[in-house]
């Protein structure tokens, strides 16, 4: 069963199959921009000053190209899914081969779920949407409070949080990249944000008890 996308993605990917090789850039090109800000967030930090974004981004779109046609005939799954499921496997290898150099526990740290700067992230875009006016003025505050709060999330509410808010996916992109319905995304997605909300009305309350 091939997937639907929201814009004209299906009539790019129909050309292509027609021999449009233009096509096949456009699709590429449109999300270059997009694939850069994931990799740049998932790179795990320690790499940072030693490996450029820019470069993976190029390997992807390589490697995408090369089998761009297998994923025109079958469309398994939304296409930026695809592409930043492709960004996401050369990512892991440039982590292990770098920490590799570096003499570093390999399977220890690449899988380690603190090591890249989505959390960061997720923290900086909830911590300037969050609270009353009054509160946003107080932006430390706020930011330490969402912090707080992030870190009583289990890891799966944290990367359900950072697919959405972060990366922006969609819901069908994002229940793509954690291989589940669109139904158990939307389901996890609003739970997550109950349970935010949770914690950090509990972490209010407890400062309004200190004082």
Excluded at 51 to 67: G, L, N, W, Y
Excluded at 117 to 126: D, H, V
Excluded at 140 to 153: N, S, Y
Aim: hydrophobic share 40%.
């Amino acid at each position: 069963m091939k997937t639907t996308n929201p814009d004209d993605t299906g009539l790019l990917l129909d050309r292509m199959q027609n021999g449009d090789l233009q096509a096949c850039d456009q699709l590429l090109e449109r999300h270059r921009r997009r694939l850069r800000k994931m990799i740049q967030i998932r790179l795990d930090t320690r790499l940072v000053a030693r490996v450029d974004p820019s470069d993976i981004v190029q390997d992807t779109m390589a490697e995408a190209a090369k089998r761009l046609p297998r994923f025109a005939q079958e469309r398994p799954i939304p296409f930026y899914a695809w592409l930043r499921q492709l960004a996401a496997e050369r990512l892991i290898q440039v982590n292990r081969q770098h920490l590799k150099a570096q003499g570093r526990a390999v399977s220890r740290e690449v899988s380690s779920d603190c090591v890249d700067n989505s959390r960061g992230e997720l923290i900086r875009f909830l911590a300037s949407r969050s609270g009353t006016p009054s509160e946003i003025l107080q932006r430390k505050e706020t930011r330490r409070q969402v912090q707080l709060g992030i870190d009583r999330l289990s890891a799966i509410d944290r990367e359900v949080l950072v697919l959405r808010y972060v990366e922006q996916l969609s819901v069908q992109e994002a229940a793509a990249v954690l291989e589940i319905t669109v139904n158990a995304f939307t389901q996890r997605h609003f739970r997550a944000l109950k349970r935010l909300q949770s914690v950090l009305h509990n972490l209010r309350l407890g400062e309004l008890n200190d004082e």
